[in-house]
């Protein structure tokens, strides 16, 4: 009931008001908690403006005056109201929409205009020219002081910032963009350079300010001169004075005693990195603007090796120094090694069986009976063994197998001989091999555990000096038995191994049918694989099961059940292989993994020593067998020399 009453007595107070403001008097306004709207239609009478009123302009304001105000001077007032309620007047035309200051950045406003009033609050758009420094920092320092309705954009392309708030804020923005803008004095100072490179000290300088100017302080700007190696330094002039006396303390000489540096290598061969060196300078003199050609680089840029103690010399300029620092950073660095195991599996079996009956019958002498069946049976035949009973001395070696036989040798009568042979030859194989190499990533390495076995070639008589004396030669050729394996890995960027393999295992083989001379088994692969670090991978082998059988025979008689055993020779030969070859490399990248691999087969080896006969060396009282000693720490190596095991045999 009150506040009811209180509006109806401030729109009482305004009516009057409104027709002596029609006449061009002056008015002093006052009313407390009255309505927005009521307000509005007050200052429509007041100024002959015409209002569009938005449903959500809704408050109760309240304004006290004590002093008389002009038409104009009292819209300005009914402005500040809108700003402190939140609202905003946008003209339009020849009305005014009242609207929320929240959509008041996206509708049209006193676009461009000239001149901007220093204390109206209407909605205004202005583009200010920014002439020395950028438009783009100034939005971060200024983007504070705008409210959330306003706007505030840089165009980087005219370095221009567009501003769209109240007149008097923007008027306030002008003001302050007007004193930043300030060009510095133009000066220039030159700073000559005597010891360091003007490239080097500006990159070296524009680092250490490249954080301040990226917080909003001065840029000062820094050129170097590389013809004259000067160093031009513009900006205001305790910026100039702050960079010259920066420049200055850099260029001092290098306390390492001029242009000439001495770096130790620790993994690289210093004679390989020099040679590549001087390509690289001599490169990179041809390619500079102004220069003969590598001759010209040669002149200040020396490079050579020290093998004593593996170091490199250089003297040249501090760019190309540095430049040749970084290349030598590069490759100075521990290369990784490849462990690679190999493991060769074969397992055959050879078996041959012989089986035949040689005869002889001759009755010449009474009835002319003649009749023979010789066929050779596991090398041997009836004629052989006749042989070796006419001249003992052209045996060199009993027959192997079963021979039986009998014989009945007159002068008158019938005469015959017959031999039963029967030859069974097995000969099997089991090899696993597991020659194991480590070496550098990307070197050729080669292990070899193999035997030189001696192979006849060739043999022949002589006849010595004296009479009938004969003097017998024979020639020999000896060849590598055993397993060779070469390799050179190469490790790739995602930890895959390509390696370059070359394998080859050679053994004497056990022959079923008793060779005259040694054979030898030969398995060889050369290839090139990828296997990832850590994985198996099979290279190649070979599985053969082969099987020959022969049979002479008389035609006709020799199928006869029986009768026919008597007329016929049968060989059987059965050879059966597996051969598998696989490989399994692991990348050993630090001194670490080196030595858990090293300790691993270390140990192995000392275990398989404490397990033969405990330690004792049988008929020799006192004599233990050999022992390596133990290992100190995880990657110490062996101790010289070879222990021996304590009197019960253990550690």
Same mark, same amino acid.
């Given at each position: 009931?009150?506040?009811?009453?209180?509006?109806?007595?401030?729109?009482?107070?305004?009516?009057?008001?409104?027709?002596?403001?029609?006449?061009?008097?002056?008015?002093?306004?006052?009313?407390?908690?009255?309505?927005?709207?009521?307000?509005?239609?007050?200052?429509?009478?007041?100024?002959?403006?015409?209002?569009?009123?938005?449903?959500?302009?809704?408050?109760?304001?309240?304004?006290?005056?004590?002093?008389?105000?002009?038409?104009?001077?009292?819209?300005?007032?009914?402005?500040?109201?809108?700003?402190?309620?939140?609202?905003?007047?946008?003209?339009?035309?020849?009305?005014?929409?009242?609207?929320?200051?929240?959509?008041?950045?996206?509708?049209?406003?006193?676009?461009?205009?000239?001149?901007?009033?220093?204390?109206?609050?209407?909605?205004?758009?202005?583009?200010?020219?920014?002439?020395?420094?950028?438009?783009?920092?100034?939005?971060?320092?200024?983007?504070?002081?705008?409210?959330?309705?306003?706007?505030?954009?840089?165009?980087?392309?005219?370095?221009?910032?567009?501003?769209?708030?109240?007149?008097?804020?923007?008027?306030?923005?002008?003001?302050?963009?007007?004193?930043?803008?300030?060009?510095?004095?133009?000066?220039?100072?030159?700073?000559?350079?005597?010891?360091?490179?003007?490239?080097?000290?500006?990159?070296?300088?524009?680092?250490?300010?490249?954080?301040?100017?990226?917080?909003?302080?001065?840029?000062?700007?820094?050129?170097?001169?590389?013809?004259?190696?000067?160093?031009?330094?513009?900006?205001?002039?305790?910026?100039?004075?702050?960079?010259?006396?920066?420049?200055?303390?850099?260029?001092?000489?290098?306390?390492?005693?001029?242009?000439?540096?001495?770096?130790?290598?620790?993994?690289?061969?210093?004679?390989?990195?020099?040679?590549?060196?001087?390509?690289?300078?001599?490169?990179?003199?041809?390619?500079?603007?102004?220069?003969?050609?590598?001759?010209?680089?040669?002149?200040?840029?020396?490079?050579?090796?020290?093998?004593?103690?593996?170091?490199?010399?250089?003297?040249?300029?501090?760019?190309?120094?540095?430049?040749?620092?970084?290349?030598?950073?590069?490759?100075?660095?521990?290369?990784?090694?490849?462990?690679?195991?190999?493991?060769?599996?074969?397992?055959?079996?050879?078996?041959?069986?012989?089986?035949?009956?040689?005869?002889?019958?001759?009755?010449?002498?009474?009835?002319?009976?003649?009749?023979?069946?010789?066929?050779?049976?596991?090398?041997?035949?009836?004629?052989?063994?006749?042989?070796?009973?006419?001249?003992?001395?052209?045996?060199?070696?009993?027959?192997?197998?079963?021979?039986?036989?009998?014989?009945?040798?007159? =002068?008158?009568? #019938? $005469?015959?001989?017959? !031999?039963?042979?029967?030859?069974?030859? &097995?000969?099997?194989?089991? @090899? +696993?091999?597991?020659?194991?190499?480590?070496?550098?990533?990307?070197?050729?390495?080669?292990?070899?555990?193999?035997?030189?076995?001696?192979?006849?070639?060739?043999?022949?008589?002589?006849?010595?000096?004296?009479?009938?004396?004969?003097?017998?030669?024979?020639?020999?050729?000896?060849?590598?038995?055993?397993?060779?394996?070469?390799?050179?890995?190469?490790?790739?960027?995602?930890?895959?191994?390509?390696?370059?393999?070359?394998?080859?295992?050679?053994?004497?083989?056990?022959?079923?049918?008793?060779?005259? =001379?040694?054979? #030898? $088994?030969?398995?060889? !692969?050369?290839?090139?694989?990828?296997? &990832?670090?850590?994985?198996? @991978? +099979?290279?190649?082998?070979?599985?053969?099961?082969?099987?020959?059988?022969?049979?002479?025979?008389?035609?006709?008689?020799?199928?006869?059940?029986?009768?026919?055993?008597?007329?016929?020779?049968?060989?059987?030969?059965?050879?059966?292989?597996?051969?598998?070859?696989?490989?399994?490399?692991?990348?050993?990248?630090?001194?670490?993994?080196?030595?858990?691999?090293?300790?691993?087969?270390?140990?192995?080896?000392?275990?398989?020593?404490?397990?033969?006969?405990?330690?004792?060396?049988?008929?020799?009282?006192?004599?233990?067998?050999?022992?390596?000693?133990?290992?100190?720490?995880?990657?110490?190596?062996?101790?010289?020399?070879?222990?021996?095991?304590?009197?019960?045999?253990?550690?």
């Amino acid at each position: 009931m009150t506040r009811t009453l209180r509006c109806t007595l401030a729109l009482a107070l305004w009516l009057p008001l409104a027709a002596t403001a029609q006449q061009g008097a002056e008015i002093t306004p006052n009313y407390k908690d009255a309505d927005l709207g009521q307000v509005i239609e007050a200052v429509s009478q007041v100024t002959g403006r015409n209002f569009i009123v938005d449903p959500r302009v809704r408050a109760q304001v309240t304004m006290l005056s004590t002093s008389p105000m002009s038409p104009a001077a009292f819209y300005e007032a009914f402005l500040a109201i809108l700003q402190v309620h939140g609202f905003v007047a946008v003209p339009s035309g020849n009305v005014i929409k009242i609207l929320p200051d929240a959509t008041a950045r996206t509708l049209p406003a006193v676009d461009l205009p000239e001149r901007v009033s220093a204390t109206s609050d209407e909605i205004v758009t202005q583009v200010v020219q920014v002439r020395n420094v950028s438009a783009a920092q100034l939005v971060p320092i200024l983007r504070p002081l705008i409210p959330q309705y306003g706007h505030l954009a840089a165009y980087p392309g005219a370095n221009m910032l567009i501003i769209s708030d109240r007149a008097a804020n923007v008027n306030r923005m002008m003001r302050i963009i007007s004193r930043i803008d300030q060009s510095g004095d133009g000066e220039i100072d030159v700073v000559r350079l005597e010891h360091a490179t003007a490239a080097e000290i500006v990159r070296v300088v524009n680092a250490l300010s490249a954080s301040a100017t990226a917080e909003g302080g001065a840029g000062a700007r820094l050129v170097a001169d590389d013809r004259t190696n000067s160093v031009l330094v513009g900006g205001e002039a305790s910026q100039r004075l702050r960079l010259r006396t920066l420049v200055t303390h850099l260029d001092t000489p290098l306390e390492a005693g001029g242009d000439t540096q001495v770096r130790y290598l620790r993994y690289a061969d210093a004679e390989k990195i020099a040679a590549k060196l001087k390509e690289q300078v001599q490169g990179t003199g041809a390619a500079q603007p102004g220069q003969a050609g590598p001759a010209a680089a040669d002149r200040s840029v020396t490079i050579w090796a020290e093998p004593q103690t593996n170091a490199l010399v250089i003297t040249a300029p501090p760019k190309t120094m540095r430049t040749l620092m970084q290349v030598v950073d590069q490759l100075d660095i521990r290369r990784a090694q490849v462990l690679v195991e190999a493991l060769i599996v074969e397992v055959s079996a050879d078996a041959t069986a012989d089986l035949g009956v040689n005869w002889l019958v001759d009755g010449s002498g009474d009835n002319f009976l003649v009749g023979m069946f010789n066929q050779p049976v596991g090398g041997v035949s009836l004629t052989d063994i006749a042989k070796a009973i006419d001249d003992p001395s052209s045996v060199t070696s009993a027959p192997s197998g079963l021979t039986l036989g009998g014989a009945r040798v007159q =002068d008158s009568g #019938t $005469n015959f001989a017959a !031999i039963l042979r029967a030859l069974r030859g &097995d000969g099997n194989t089991n @090899i +696993v091999s597991v020659p194991s190499i480590i070496t550098l990533d990307n070197e050729e390495a080669q292990i070899k555990v193999a035997q030189e076995v001696p192979f006849v070639t060739g043999q022949f008589t002589s006849t010595g000096a004296a009479q009938g004396q004969l003097n017998p030669f024979q020639t020999i050729q000896r060849e590598e038995v055993g397993t060779i394996l070469k390799i050179t890995p190469q490790i790739t960027a995602d930890d895959t191994i390509l390696v370059k393999i070359e394998q080859e295992a050679s053994s004497l083989a056990a022959d079923s049918r008793g060779a005259v =001379d040694l054979i #030898t $088994n030969k398995r060889t !692969i050369s290839t090139r694989v990828l296997v &990832d670090d850590g994985g198996m @991978i +099979v290279l190649g082998g070979l599985i053969s099961d082969s099987l020959q059988e022969s049979e002479q025979r008389v035609p006709g008689i020799g199928r006869i059940p029986l009768l026919g055993e008597l007329f016929r020779v049968r060989s059987s030969r059965k050879i059966k292989t597996n051969l598998l070859v696989f490989i399994r490399p692991r990348v050993l990248r630090d001194a670490e993994a080196a030595a858990i691999a090293t300790n691993s087969k270390y140990n192995f080896i000392r275990d398989q020593q404490q397990q033969r006969n405990g330690g004792r060396v049988q008929l020799l009282p006192g004599a233990q067998q050999p022992l390596l000693p133990p290992l100190v720490g995880p990657t110490a190596p062996p101790a010289p020399g070879i222990a021996t095991a304590p009197d019960d045999g253990r550690e």
